[in-house]
């Protein structure tokens, strides 16, 4: 920093320059988010010192946070869900199964376990939770920080969840499961009901990784062949995120809890501020990204976002349709506007793509194949031109 400060237009050119640096989202096939629509922008910019650390301070958007967790909430089954807004995926992922972790380690049964067996304790009653081994990074983050077990489901012929490789890693040291609505590799969604049904029999909880598929599959227009929320009994929570398909600014994630109690396990005090307790793991949160969450879905309505789904189904279809001119197909059939290609060599052909044309796209692990993923801001025109470009790249 210097000493003297630089002037407004000399910090204007240095930010447009960095700026120009940055990929336009023009040529970005790779990424779950998208330009945010300009609704919640302007209330984003509108709230933009609101902060809910500490939200006695800010209680018009804190009434704005309760409106936007009923309105999900209702949306997913369950109108008087509780939870919070987060920075993300990240943050409700860790949350969710900090909830189960802490509940679990109270459990009547557990502290039995502790008293009657105190030598061998602690080597063998580590709680694990089962995830898809298609199961975003975030949870191998959240692994480490709590101190859990993951033991990771193998996925079936579809790449869902097999829910006989769930059953065989569950033991009585589970604190729960996880499954994914619309996963961030390849868009599918893993058999929630079955994994409902088995949370249920063995009382276990049930968490719903939904951050990308949240505001995809309530808008399909085949939603009705996935339930995938609390509607199902066995879902005890669920990550949203409307910094992604909602069309939100960042950072706006949401985490809903089936039960209070779940809510309560994560409860600090916080003696000196505005409200004495809170549940979150930041302190300080973006009341802007709630504004703007509160304005865009308002604006658009279910209507609005049934036809930006609607329109992400649409390209998505006439992509396939013209990379099965070249031969080219998809891992899976596309369940959500999320494309894993089989394309040989397929690090070759990305970074080609990439120096040669300027295109973003990604690589899925295993199955090895290249993923794209059709967000609000790609248009015909720009698949057009990248199928031409990817014709280039196969053939030289
Ligand atoms: N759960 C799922 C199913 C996800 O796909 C993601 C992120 C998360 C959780 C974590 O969400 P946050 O990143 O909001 O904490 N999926 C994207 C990914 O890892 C995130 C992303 C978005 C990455 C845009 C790059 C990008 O340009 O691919």
Same mark, same amino acid.
């Given at each position: 920093m210097n000493e003297t400060g630089l002037s407004e237009e000399e910090i204007r050119s240095i930010l447009s320059d960095s700026k120009g640096k940055d990929l336009k989202y023009e040529r970005v096939l790779s990424s779950m988010c998208t330009y945010p629509h300009k609704i919640a922008v302007q209330a984003h910019m509108q709230f933009i010192e609101s902060n809910m650390g500490d939200f006695g301070l800010f209680r018009g958007t804190y009434n704005l946070e309760k409106e936007i967790l009923g309105?999900?909430?209702?949306?997913?089954?369950?109108?008087?869900?509780?939870?919070?807004?987060?920075?993300?995926?990240? =943050?409700?992922?860790?949350?969710?199964i900090r909830s189960m972790r802490n509940l679990f380690l109270q459990s009547p049964e557990y502290q039995k376990s502790v008293n009657s067996n105190k030598k061998t304790h602690n080597k063998c009653s580590r709680p694990n939770l089962v995830v898809p081994d298609s199961a975003h990074f975030s949870f191998d983050k959240v692994s480490d920080i709590l101190d859990v077990e993951l033991r990771k489901a193998? +996925?079936?012929?579809?790449?869902?969840? @097999?829910?006989?490789?769930?059953? @065989? $890693?569950?033991? =009585?040291?589970?604190?729960?499961?996880?499954?994914?609505?619309?996963?961030?590799?390849?868009?599918?969604v893993d058999?929630?009901?079955?994994?409902?049904?088995?949370?249920?029999?063995?009382?276990?909880? $049930?968490?719903?990784?939904?951050?990308?598929?949240?505001?995809? +599959?309530?808008?399909?227009?085949?939603?009705?062949?996935? &339930?995938?929320?609390?509607?199902?009994?066995?879902?005890?929570? #669920?990550?949203? &995120?409307? /910094?992604?398909m909602g069309l939100s600014t960042i950072p706006a994630g949401v985490l809903l809890f089936r039960d209070s109690h779940q809510l309560e396990s994560l409860k600090a005090d916080t003696p000196y501020l505005t409200v004495s307790t809170q549940?979150?793991?930041?302190?300080?949160? @973006?009341?802007a990204a709630v504004?703007?969450?509160?304005?865009?879905?308002?604006?658009?309505?279910?209507?609005?976002?049934?036809?930006?789904?609607?329109?992400?189904?649409?390209?998505? &279809?006439?992509? $396939?349709?013209?990379?099965?001119?070249?031969?080219? /197909?998809? $891992? #899976?059939?596309?369940?959500?506007n999320v494309v894993a290609l089989e394309v040989p060599e397929c690090d070759l052909v990305r970074s080609k793509?990439?120096? =040669?044309?300027?295109?973003?796209?990604? #690589?899925?692990?295993?199955?090895?194949?290249?993923?794209?993923? #059709?967000?609000?801001?790609?248009?015909?025109?720009m698949i057009d031109s990248f199928v031409a470009d990817l014709k280039k790249v196969l053939n030289t």
């Open positions: 309105s999900l909430g209702d949306l997913l089954h369950k109108a008087d869900a509780v939870g919070y807004m987060t920075t993300g995926g990240t =943050e409700s992922n860790i949350q969710a193998s +996925l079936d012929d579809e790449l869902k969840v @097999s829910v006989e490789s769930v059953k @065989s $890693l569950i033991d =009585e040291n589970t604190i729960g499961l996880v499954a994914i609505a619309g996963s961030t590799e390849f868009g599918q058999p929630i009901k079955e994994l409902s049904d088995i949370a249920v029999e063995k009382n276990i909880f $049930l968490h719903v990784d939904a951050a990308f598929g949240g505001f995809v +599959l309530p808008f399909m227009k085949t939603s009705c062949e996935f &339930d995938f929320d609390f509607k199902l009994p066995g879902v005890t929570s #669920i990550a949203i &995120d409307p /910094h992604k549940y979150t793991l930041t302190g300080t949160r @973006s009341g504004a703007a969450t509160y304005a865009v879905m308002n604006y658009l309505g279910k209507e609005g976002y049934r036809k930006t789904v609607s329109r992400c189904m649409e390209l998505t &279809d006439y992509l $396939l349709d013209k990379l099965a001119e070249l031969d080219i /197909h998809p $891992l #899976i059939k596309p369940v959500m793509l990439a120096k =040669e044309f300027n295109w973003q796209v990604s #690589i899925t692990q295993n199955p090895h194949g290249l993923r794209l993923v #059709i967000m609000p801001h790609v248009s015909f025109e």
